[in-house]
T-cell receptor, first 116, second 111 residues
């Protein structure tokens, strides 16, 4: 049981390049999330998904895209990298089943992205 | 106004002190999470609450659904408790599944 696996751990991108951050969980969790954390700041929600085929925007979705074709995977795509996207990115998952069936949240190790 | 408000934002304590961190929210929820993040480190879950009270070792978390308020208590604090503590609410209703974070409380415990 690996929990939430996030790759890569570190990446440097040039302005205008594209990349995909991978997130996989093996706990059959239906809810998955992408957050970014800027230095000294709190976590901001980029996108989330409540199940395969369903995605919704969070607080800061501009410049990102996601897909959820399977329960396990929730990749985050940066199409045209900008310096403002320099941040630490975290993926998370929860099994959500109403008020009585939720589980604790599991987080990936984070991806430190620098755009130069 | 943020949907999830934590207080205090910064907290300094001496080893052995009893610590309380508060979280208030203004939206309908199906669960509330308390998380811990060490400097430069990952994020780990401490508690998931939908009602009442939970205890793990020296940590206690309570929630009052009617008052939309939760507290995290640390008894006999230790320098290794120094970290950022984050409250997050799992939304219900039309925004079900959305996990919204408070701004975090930076705790420093001195020996």
């Amino acid at each position: 049981n690996a929990g939430v696996t996030q790759t890569p751990k570190f990446r440097i991108l040039k302005i205008g390049q594209s990349m995909t951050l991978q997130c996989t969980q093996d706990m059959n969790h239906n809810y998955m999330y992408w957050y970014r954390q800027d230095p000294g700041m709190g976590l901001k929600l980029i996108y989330y998904s409540v199940g395969a085929g369903i995605t919704d925007k969070g607080e800061v979705p501009n410049g990102y895209n996601v897909s959820r074709s399977t329960t396990e995977d929730f990749p985050l795509r940066l199409e045209l990298a900008a310096p403002s996207q320099t941040s630490v990115y975290f993926c998370a998952s929860i099994r959500g089943q109403g008020r009585s069936g939720n589980t604790e949240a599991f987080f990936g190790q984070g991806t430190r992205l620098t755009v130069v | 106004k943020n949907e999830v408000e934590q207080s205090p934002q910064n907290l300094t304590a001496q080893e052995g002190e009893f610590i309380t961190i508060n979280c208030s929210y203004s939206v309908g929820i199906s669960a509330l999470h308390w998380l811990q993040q060490h400097p430069g480190g990952g994020i780990v879950s401490l508690f998931m609450l939908s009602s009442g009270k939970k205890k793990h070792g020296r940590l206690i978390a309570t929630i009052n659904i009617q008052e939309k308020h939760s507290s995290l208590h640390i008894t006999a604090s230790h320098p290794r408790d120094s970290a950022v503590y984050i409250c997050a609410v799992l939304r219900g209703g039309t925004s079900y599944g959305k996990l919204t974070f408070g701004q975090g409380t930076i705790l420093t415990v001195h020996p």
